[in-house]
């Protein structure tokens, strides 16, 4: 159970190699959470994420779980939930793909909205009706700012993003009263193995940063989180802007 | 999940969790409920008052006590009560103290009810005379999870496991109460301040046992010398002669005036309080409203409230005539005063260390208040003798409760800690309150944990009873 704070007790982490999910792990298991469950691709990086996390006092399990397989979702997490209730999923699998590559490769383009948004719409649904059986739960989904306006950059990711977080708040709403909370995060650019490569843009902040601010949301029972929370004011700016000078801002 | 279940929350309004409600109004429809509760179970919940998840029970039943609420027969001689587990202490005033007797036992609220106060084992300004709730009840009904009604009496297992035993055993459906007898429905009241934490401990300390009830309200915000600073209000149900000679109660204007004279003069009977001594009045409040700004209750204006209090309670003042509600139940006035807190909801920590660890609550008080936590009116009290309840919260020695703003950054890290220094010296902290403790904490706490849990686990196997707080502390 989540404590007056927020914290939850049990954990599962999809897409548990990620860099923000296993800083916002390790965060949870100094303070509450004593059961993690990480899915994902089997790899020696989620092994090693669990001993990490183990060493840290949690029991820590690992599930097989691929985001780009949904007729397995219902199975994988299925079989999760049946072994005691989940305070708080963490939906944190997602790529980024190579927007200049992805372009002339629409194949490669397809992966990287599926893995984004179908894969996610798919756990998320799974995920939110066990949630919703258990009567309370967070499920905090990492979105980003990418899918706030479509960036010449990284529109590709970006419109996947979108639709994450499109849906995101629409099951948020679903979910209300049903003492499920759900939690969309956005954060801006991530020092991260994801970005490792890319020029850093400004406000750029760091997968604890984000950590920081899930802990935060979910004390407050937040419905979105901005990391950095001044990202909320420019982002809501840059919205409005028109398309012309949009496209001359090069970002 | 149907769509018969609601968002239910504690008096914090923290950790909201879904239920499906139902609400027993009879012996069979509770068989009933308690059988059809499916697998994630069903636990009692009375008026809502327990600060944290003790009354919810996320994705499975909760029954609402308050359809037992039927007062089935008073002894106006011996001065017993048997009623249902669903009346409130509210109730019970309204009938009993025009017969003379008042409950034996209440917390800072009246809204709790018969049942809930048994499950909590409450305890009151008079614990240091009376002990806990418990110690007054003669017997009560318990329905458990194989579905049968059961008699417990005093003195058996069953009854030690369900007094603090917060619902766990089962759901009580009747009980019998002693009750206290009384002349008046007023108190007798004197005031003084302490300067501070050692002065207030030496003040309850050398003459508590002078008084029925007895309980100071401290200044955490208060720092250096006057760290610890109190109010202490101590008093006696006053005898009848008490009207004669003393001014009328607080709270009402006209009484005042008949005490002063003015009417009293052409009222040769007296004053209203003297006419009807055994009346139970009740003053409220308007609501605040459902959304309540967050942040008003901050550093500065709870730290001018707690200086106003301190500076306008005078420094000793006896036999001051006062009702009920503003003795006992002063946050009863207000309707809804826990919206105050707004959407992020209050923490209320209560804890307790022995004899001899007042070092231990020095320690916590500086550093609450080193911390600055905006709590206002934090309540201190000494304990008399403990109950047998095996989760009964109180033992003898020093008792300190605090209203805190959920959102107070990093106070879970300071309650953790004041936890690890409370279970250091065999301190506990109350479940009723809780929120927010660590499992790991609660069999050092309370050590007749284990027995708590082999009994639940004789009678109830499957886990029929079940409640947030007990998945969260895994009771």
């Known amino acids: 159970m989540k404590d007056a704070f927020g914290l939850p007790q049990s954990l599962l982490v999809l897409g548990g190699t990620s860099e923000i999910a296993l800083a916002t792990a390790r965060r949870l298991v100094v303070r509450r959470a004593r059961t993690v469950w990480l899915a994902g691709r089997p790899s020696p990086a989620l092994e090693s994420a669990a001993a990490e996390l183990r060493a840290l006092g949690a029991d820590v399990h690992t599930a097989a ?7 397995s979702h219902e199975t994988v997490l299925g079989k999760i939930f049946a072994q005691g209730d989940i305070d708080m999923v963490l939906l944190a699998f997602g790529i980024l793909g190579d927007q200049a590559h992805d372009e002339r490769d629409p194949v490669a383009a397809v992966r990287v909205a599926q893995t984004n948004y179908t894969g996610a719409v798919s756990a998320g649904l799974v995920s939110a009706r066990a949630l919703q059986a258990q009567g309370h739960g967070s499920l905090v989904v990492l979105s980003s700012v990418a899918g706030e306006r479509a960036r010449r950059a990284n529109f590709i990711y970006g ?16 979910l209300h009263g049903t003492g499920v909370h759900v939690m969309v995060v956005r954060p801006g650019f991530v020092r991260s193995r994801m970005t490792a490569g890319l020029e850093e843009a400004p406000l750029a902040t760091t997968p604890e940063a984000v950590a920081t601010a899930i802990e935060l949301g979910l004390r407050r029972r937040s419905e979105a989180v901005w990391v950095p929370g001044a990202l909320r004011m420019v982002m809501s700016a840059l919205r409005h802007l028109p398309r012309g000078v949009f496209r001359r801002l090069s970002l | 999940m149907s769509a018969d279940t609601v968002p239910l929350t504690g008096w914090g309004r923290t950790a909201p969790t879904a239920a499906r409600p139902t609400r027993p109004r009879s012996y069979e429809e509770a068989v009933a409920a308690v059988r059809g509760c499916g697998a994630r179970g069903g636990i009692p919940r009375g008026l809502g008052r327990a600060y944290g998840d003790a009354a919810q029970n996320a994705g499975g039943a909760v029954f609402d006590m308050t359809g037992l609420d039927r007062v089935h027969a008073i ?22 103290l025009p017969l003379g007797w ?20 409450v305890h009151g300004k008079n614990h240091h005379v009376s002990g806990s709730f418990s110690r007054h009840v003669l017997s009560f009904e318990l329905l458990t999870a194989d579905g049968e009604i059961r008699t417990v009496r005093r003195d058996t297992p069953l009854f030690d496991a369900t007094t603090g035993g917060m619902g766990l055993t089962g759901m009580i459906l009747t009980a019998t109460v002693q009750l206290q007898p009384v002349e008046t429905s007023l108190m007798s009241v004197d005031t003084e301040r302490a300067r501070d934490l050692d002065d207030l401990m030496a003040r309850l300390t050398a003459t508590d ?19 610890g600073r109190a109010v202490l209000t101590r008093g006696n149900h006053a005898p009848l002669e008490a009207l004669r000679s003393s001014g009328a109660p607080e709270g009402g204007a006209r009484a005042r005036r008949d005490a002063s004279g003015t009417r009293a003069r052409r009222d040769p009977s007296g004053t209203r309080a003297h006419r009807d001594p055994l009346a139970f009045r009740t003053p409220r409040f308007p ?12 550093r500065t204006t709870v730290g001018l409230f707690n200086e106003l209090w301190y500076r306008t309670s005078p420094r000793a003042r006896t036999g001051r005539l006062q009702g009920i509600p503003a003795f006992f139940h002063p946050l009863d006035g207000v309707p809804h005063w826990n919206r105050v807190y707004g959407r992020g909801g209050l923490v209320q920590y209560q804890f307790v260390v022995g004899h001899g660890h007042e070092e231990t609550l020095h320690r916590i008080v500086r550093r609450v208040s080193g911390h600055r936590c905006p709590s206002f009116l934090a309540v201190l009290k000494r304990f008399g003798d403990a109950d047998p309840g095996w989760l009964s919260f109180p033992v003898p020695g020093w008792t300190l409760a605090m209203d805190l703003p959920a959102g107070l950054p990093g106070l879970g890290a300071l309650l953790d800690e004041i936890d690890d ?11 009723a309150k809780d929120s927010r403790l660590r499992p790991e904490l609660l ?18 196997p499957r886990g029929v009873f079940t409640s947030d707080l007990s998945r969260r502390l895994a009771l």
């Open chain 2, 75 to 96: 002894d106006a001689d011996g001065g017993t009560v048997l009623c249902g587990a669903g009346v409130s202490l509210h109730r019970l005033m309204e009938v009993l």
């Open chain 2, 287 to 298: 609501a605040p409203p459902a959304f309540f700004p967050e942040g008003l209750l901050n």
């Open chain 2, 102 to 121: 008042f409950v034996p036992v209440t917390p800072g609220t009246r809204h709790v009810t018969v049942g809930g106060a048994i499950g909590a084992d």
């Open chain 2, 443 to 460: 069999a050092t706490m309370y050590p007749r944990l284990d027995d708590f849990r082999a009994l639940r686990a004789e009678l109830d």
């Open chain 1, 159 to 174: 419109s996947s993003k979108a639709g994450l977080d499109t849906f995101t708040q629409g099951l948020g709403d679903a």
């Open chain 1, 65 to 71: 779980f691929d985001a780009l397989d949904p007729e």
């Open chain 2, 421 to 431: 220094e409370v279970a250091a010296v065999g301190g506990r902290v109350y479940l």
């Open chain 2, 209 to 227: 046992h002078a008084y029925r009830y007895s309980v100071a309200w401290i200044d955490l915000l208060a720092r250096g010398a006057a760290t």
